[in-house]
């Protein structure tokens, strides 16, 4: 409560940042998982009703996507439906805004020990695959870069997509501007 | 200013040296323990490494309750149950674990069962679910290898929907390890030199992936000189108990070093063939690790060059010159297997093996890319990466 008093402007904005990027990735997730084939490869091995969960500890924002079947996600915008099977659990919304600002790789945090999984281990590794391909597709090559292990050398998407999710991270990144110091 | 942040921890005592397990009584009465069961093996049993053992706590007046040596080598949900039972009956108060990896998962899964109550162990499966200290329990270990007595995982084996369950918690660390050389003495050769290639794969991979950090570098590093420096003596000469103490310390400051920072893809590779050809884990580690390092070469030239210092000594590493260190850290390693393979035939490739069929490799490639170790690959592997390492580890 104290530290709200000291900035709480800056805390606010990147609690709402947070919040805004993990709309941004699950509307991406979902949009991704219906043209990509390389998404839909990965996904197809999830269970179809397989519930993956991203959030913020220990009741902070997050973001639900559900396996629905043939490599499909579908974004959840409010609660779960059922308890989640795998969830990526930040430490602390500094972390999550790390990651989402695009300042520290996927895997990087979890190697930091920035993040925690609860579920199957194998499946978070295919859903931080996933997320990286997701990655490289919404961001600039430059942002991108920073993001994840590997910039991949196959990208075909739409471009109308790809202008759609880059109007997102225009919103997003301006956030990063304001609240960066 | 960097990103960098990182977390080491390791609240393991490590009792090691000459008359190491003479220790065990003042530790566990320490601990408030009387009634200490043994978890152990079969071929521990044979070996007559117990009898030290038992020997040590009962001249100091500490009666063992009950002995459970029928540990198989792939632990189950049933063995955890049944000595978990045993434990109950015999009205014990504590657990000393006497093996390799097997043994000291068992114990560890039945530390939970005695310590958190009830008969189903998968109930307790996953991370951060045991919330409590559990009984007091330490750790033998029979083979220099796993690092098991310093990592908080166990993973067993569920028998009737075959799947492999994980344990993850930090109280399933034990009290303490007990490293002495006596219980190394009588590996023979293959086991001695595969489980060796696992703890310098835990350094080297620790070392170069992507969780490593300053604290859990300096017993990487410190690891694989002893390694380098003693393995070969003690393939020369099995009774050398000054070097096999080097190797068994090696193993449990590899251990710490990876329980912090990770292992990668030789370890996602590794597990699969495991899995699938039913491989001992050493073996697989020797095998993939030059393979693995040329594949992350680049991603790793500068970690990897520094390597060479402790690989080789201080006169090698100066006279190669920077730009080639990294490529000569692993011609030592080749070097180190060409020399294991001629005391004791560890294979150096899968064909060697004998045990490995070349249509196996796509298999084993997409059960690889689910691994857990995947994630801390320096490089980001993708199938058709893995299936070349593969390939290249063929023949
Ligand atoms: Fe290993």
């Known amino acids: ?181 | 200013m960097t990103n960098q942040y990182y977390e080491f921890f390791c609240p393991v005592k490590v009792i090691a040296g000459k008359a190491a397990l003479e220790h065990i009584p003042y530790e566990l009465t320490g601990l408030g323990a009387k009634r200490p069961m043994i978890v152990t093996d079969k071929g521990v049993r044979a070996a007559g490494l117990l009898d030290p053992v038992i020997a040590a706590c009962e001249e100091s007046g500490l009666d063992i309750i009950s002995i459970y040596d029928d540990v198989p080598p792939d632990s189950s949900t049933g063995v955890v149950k049944e000595i978990a039972g045993i434990y109950r009956r015999e009205k014990c108060d504590s657990l000393i674990a006497v093996g390799g990896g097997s043994a000291i998962d068992t114990a560890k899964a039945v530390n939970i069962l005695v310590s958190e109550g009830g008969d189903n162990i998968a109930e307790y499966s996953g991370a951060g679910i045991i919330k409590h200290p559990l009984k007091p329990f330490l750790v033998v270990p029979t083979t220099a290898g796993t690092g098991s007595e310093v990592t908080s995982v166990a993973v067993i084996t569920d028998t009737a929907k075959s799947v492999k369950l994980p344990f993850t918690s930090s109280f399933l660390l034990p009290n303490a390890a007990v490293i002495d050389p006596r219980m190394t003495l009588t590996l023979p050769p293959h086991i001695t030199a595969a489980t060796a290639m696992d703890a310098m794969t835990h350094a080297t991979e620790a070392f170069t992936c992507m969780a490593k950090n300053p604290l859990s570098d300096a017993y990487a590093t410190a690891a694989i000189k002893k390694i380098s420096t003693s393995l070969l003596k003690v393939m020369d000469n099995p009774k050398d108990s000054d070097n096999r103490l080097e190797l068994a310390q090696a193993s449990t400051m590899a251990g710490i070093a990876f329980s912090n920072s990770m292992v990668g893809l030789v370890h996602a590779l590794g597990h699969a063939t495991g899995a699938i050809c039913h491989l001992p884990h050493g073996m697989c580690m020797s095998l993939y690790l030059p393979y693995v390092l040329e594949y992350n070469l680049e991603t790793i030239r500068a970690p990897l060059g520094e390597l060479l210092l402790y690989l080789e000594g201080p006169e090698v590493y100066a006279t190669t010159p920077a730009s080639r260190r990294a490529e000569a850290s692993i011609s030592a390693l080749r070097k180190l297997r060409d020399e294991l393979f001629k005391r004791c035939k560890l294979p150096r490739t899968l064909k060697e093996t004998g045990s490995v069929e070349e249509h196996q490799l796509d298999t084993i490639a997409e059960m690889a890319m689910d691994d857990g170790s995947m994630m801390f690959n320096p490089k980001e592997v993708t199938l058709e990466d893995a299936r070349a390492v593969l390939k290249r580890a063929w023949a």
């Open chain 1, 1 to 181: 409560m104290l530290a709200k008093r000291i900035q709480p402007m800056a805390f606010q904005a990147r609690r709402l940042y947070v919040e805004l990027m993990f709309q941004v990735m699950g509307r991406a997730l979902q949009a991704v998982s219906e043209i990509d084939a390389t998404v839909q490869k990965e996904a197809r091995a999830l269970p179809e009703g397989f519930l993956f969960e991203m959030m913020v500890m220990p009741d902070g924002p997050r973001l639900i996507v559900e396996h629905i079947g043939n490599g499909r996600f579908h974004y959840h915008s409010g609660s779960a439906p059922r308890p989640v099977d795998l969830s990526i659990q930040f430490k602390h919304i500094a972390h999550a805004f790390l990651v989402l600002s695009f300042q520290e790789k996927t895997a990087v945090a979890f190697a930091n020990d920035r993040m925690l999984v609860d579920g199957d281990i194998s499946y978070a590794i295919r859903m931080t695959r996933i997320l990286n391909r997701l990655e490289s597709f919404i961001l600039p090559r430059l942002v991108a870069k920073r993001a994840v292990k590997e910039y991949p050398a196959n990208l075909h998407l739409p471009e109308k997509l790809l202008s759609a999710a880059r109007i997102y991270l225009k919103v997003a990144s301006n956030f990063v501007d304001t609240v960066r110091t």
